[in-house]
C-alpha cells in the first residue's frame, strides 16, 4: 500500500501536538546519519493521559508532507509517537514509527509500521503488527544485507508469579525482506531460556541479535 502525499496544512496549527523527530541516535557503520526530514504529531489526550486520536508520522519531500497513521484503535494508538530511521547507500530511507494506545495503568498495546520513501509517497513493507508494551523494537543490521535491516521485536513473556516489571523469557521476533519482492515477512520467531528484565532498555536484542540473526541464516 502507498500513502500518497495530502494536503494537511490545517494539522501542523495544532498547538502543542507538533514534535520534532529525532535523527538516527548514532551514526553506526552502514547507516547514513542525516538532517531529520520528519516530525512526529503526537495524539490528543483527555484529562487523564488516555489517548483520543491517533499519533501521526509526517514526512516532507520537497517541502510538502505526506501522512502515514496507525489503523483504528480503542483507545487510539496516540501515545509516546517515535520513529527510528536507516539509510545505507543510495537507497530510499526506511522509518520505523510506532505509538502506543493504553486505557492508564501500566500496560498498553504497541504499533509498530515499517515505512518506506517512495516517489508517490510512503510505501508500506510490512503489515503493521501490535505488542505489548513489556517490549522492545529495533533496526537489526545484517551483514550479509546491510542495505535491508531486519525488524526485530522482543515481547516478555509475563509467566505466572512473576512480577510485572521482573525478570521475564522473551519472545523474539525477526521481520526480514524477500529480495523478489522488497516485502518485509515474520522470518524467525523463537522463546528464549533466559529470562531478562522488561526495561525496553534495548538489552535484550543486544543479547540475543547474533542468535536472532544465525536463526535466520539457516533458513
Same mark, same amino acid.
Given at each position: 500500500?502507498? +500513502?500518497?502525499?495530502? *494536503?494537511?496544512?490545517? =494539522?501542523?496549527?495544532?498547538? /502543542?501536538?507538533? &514534535?520534532?523527530?529525532?535523527? #538516527?541516535? !548514532?551514526?553506526?557503520?552502514?547507516?547514513?546519519?542525516?538532517?531529520?526530514?520528519?516530525?512526529?504529531?503526537?495524539?490528543?489526550?483527555?484529562?487523564?493521559? +488516555?489517548?483520543?486520536? *491517533?499519533?501521526?508520522? =509526517?514526512?516532507?519531500?520537497? /517541502?510538502?508532507? &505526506?501522512?502515514?497513521?496507525? #489503523?483504528? !484503535?480503542?483507545?487510539?494508538?496516540?501515545?509516546?509517537?517515535?520513529?527510528?530511521?536507516?539509510?545505507?547507500?543510495?537507497?530510499?530511507?526506511?522509518?520505523?514509527?510506532?505509538?502506543?494506545?493504553?486505557?492508564?495503568?501500566?500496560?498498553?498495546?504497541?504499533?509498530?509500521?515499517?515505512?518506506?520513501?517512495?516517489?508517490?509517497?510512503?510505501?508500506?513493507?510490512?503489515?503493521?503488527?501490535?505488542?505489548?508494551?513489556?517490549?522492545?523494537?529495533?533496526?537489526?543490521?545484517?551483514?550479509?544485507?546491510?542495505?535491508?535491516?531486519?525488524?526485530?521485536?522482543?515481547?516478555?513473556?509475563?509467566?505466572?508469579?512473576?512480577?510485572?516489571?521482573?525478570?521475564?523469557?522473551?519472545?523474539?521476533?525477526?521481520?526480514?525482506?524477500?529480495?523478489?519482492?522488497?516485502?518485509?515477512?515474520?522470518?524467525?520467531?523463537?522463546?528464549?531460556?533466559?529470562?531478562?528484565?522488561?526495561?525496553?532498555?534495548?538489552?535484550?536484542?543486544?543479547?540475543?541479535?547474533?542468535?536472532?540473526?544465525?536463526?535466520?541464516?539457516?533458513?
Amino acid at each position: 500500500m502507498i +500513502i500518497k502525499r495530502a *494536503a494537511i496544512a490545517p =494539522l501542523l496549527l495544532l498547538s /502543542g501536538l507538533l &514534535v520534532s523527530a529525532p535523527g #538516527p541516535q !548514532a551514526s553506526r557503520r552502514g547507516i547514513r546519519a542525516t538532517a531529520p526530514a520528519y516530525q512526529v504529531l503526537q495524539g490528543g489526550t483527555d484529562e487523564g493521559g +488516555i489517548p483520543t486520536s *491517533a499519533a501521526r508520522l =509526517l514526512v516532507y519531500r520537497g /517541502g510538502r508532507p &505526506v501522512l502515514h497513521e496507525p #489503523p483504528p !484503535a480503542d483507545p487510539p494508538f496516540g501515545a509516546d509517537g517515535r520513529v527510528q530511521t536507516w539509510e545505507a547507500g543510495p537507497g530510499p530511507r526506511l522509518y520505523l514509527f510506532s505509538a502506543v494506545s493504553h486505557a492508564g495503568g501500566s500496560g498498553g498495546t504497541v504499533y509498530l509500521a515499517l515505512l518506506q520513501d517512495h516517489p508517490e509517497g510512503l510505501l508500506e513493507l510490512m503489515p503493521g503488527i501490535t505488542f505489548s508494551t513489556l517490549s522492545e523494537f529495533r533496526f537489526l543490521r545484517d551483514p550479509a544485507r546491510p542495505e535491508a535491516p531486519v525488524v526485530a521485536v522482543a515481547e516478555a513473556i509475563w509467566a505466572s508469579g512473576e512480577a510485572h516489571f521482573g525478570n521475564h523469557r522473551q519472545r523474539i521476533k525477526a521481520f526480514a525482506q524477500d529480495p523478489a519482492t522488497g516485502r518485509y515477512a515474520l522470518r524467525a520467531d523463537y522463546t528464549t531460556t533466559r529470562k531478562y528484565p522488561s526495561e525496553g532498555d534495548g538489552r535484550v536484542l543486544a543479547a540475543e541479535g547474533r542468535t536472532l540473526l544465525a536463526r535466520l541464516r539457516q533458513r
